[in-house]
């Protein structure tokens, strides 16, 4: 069965500095990746996706992502973090066998300091 | 505009009760979802149809039952309700192949007392 694993329930930071939320997957087969934002008492919103081509994928908010097969992860960064980037992050995957089902992390809860 | 959108926002109800969420997306997509969150924040799918049809179905009790009247609409039924239904319920959508991503509502807190 595919599956995400996030090995960080939280991870704090100042502001200014740079931010890595980790990803570590496990899929037969090629996977799509997905990295999802919650910020609270609100739905998820999409932040970037990795389907194919560029390892390197970039997203919105200034958030980008690395997809590093040998390691099978697929790591959150953001240069200089913001007040505002604190949220809970979830990394996603897709079924090989339902491909419209999406498996998710169990979240890491950003906190990003003044 | 919302794009997904669901009612109400937030569902206080007793043990045994029947209670109904509704989604409305009107971003044109062919698949809608229901997902639950629990107090954990873990995030689990439920059920999707694709063009009314059910897609996934996953271990859910079947107090359950989801209904999709229109491509636009997805609804969840829960008869019978219990103490461990509490949660928050998020609906989504996406367009039809899977390399799209989801579209999530702003989500239903119930609380079964």
């Known amino acids: 069965a595919q599956s995400v694993a996030q090995p960080e329930d939280q991870v704090n930071v100042a502001e200014g500095n740079p931010l890595t939320v980790k990803c570590t997957y496990s899929v037969s087969g090629n996977p799509y990746l997905f990295w999802y934002v919650q910020y609270p008492n609100r739905g998820l919103q999409f932040l970037l996706k990795?389907?194919?081509?560029?390892?390197l994928v970039k997203g919105s908010y200034g958030f980008e992502a690395e997809f590093n097969k040998s390691q099978t992860s697929f790591h959150l960064k953001k240069p200089s973090a913001l007040v505002s980037d604190s949220a809970l992050y979830f990394c996603a995957v897709r079924d090989i066998i339902n491909d419209y089902k999406l498996s998710f992390g169990a979240g890491t809860t950003v906190t990003v300091r003044a | 505009d919302t794009a997904v959108s669901q009612t109400p926002k937030y569902l206080v109800t007793q043990m045994g009760n029947d209670k109904s969420i509704k989604c409305e997306q009107n971003l044109g997509h062919d698949t809608m979802y229901w997902y639950k969150q629990d107090s954990k924040k873990f995030l689990k799918i439920m059920f999707s149809?694709?063009?009314?049809?059910?897609?996934i179905n996953e271990t859910v009790p079947n107090r359950f039952s989801p209904k999709s009247p229109d491509k636009a609409h997805l609804n969840l039924h829960i008869n019978s309700l219990e103490l461990g239904d509490s949660a928050v319920y998020f609906c989504?959508?996406?367009?039809?192949?899977?390399?799209?991503?989801?579209?999530f509502g702003p989500g239903t807190r119930l609380t079964v007392t």
């Open positions: 989504a959508s996406s367009q039809a192949t899977s390399q799209y991503e989801q579209y």
């Open positions: 149809y694709n063009n009314k049809e059910l897609i």
């Open positions: 990795y389907i194919t081509g560029d390892n």
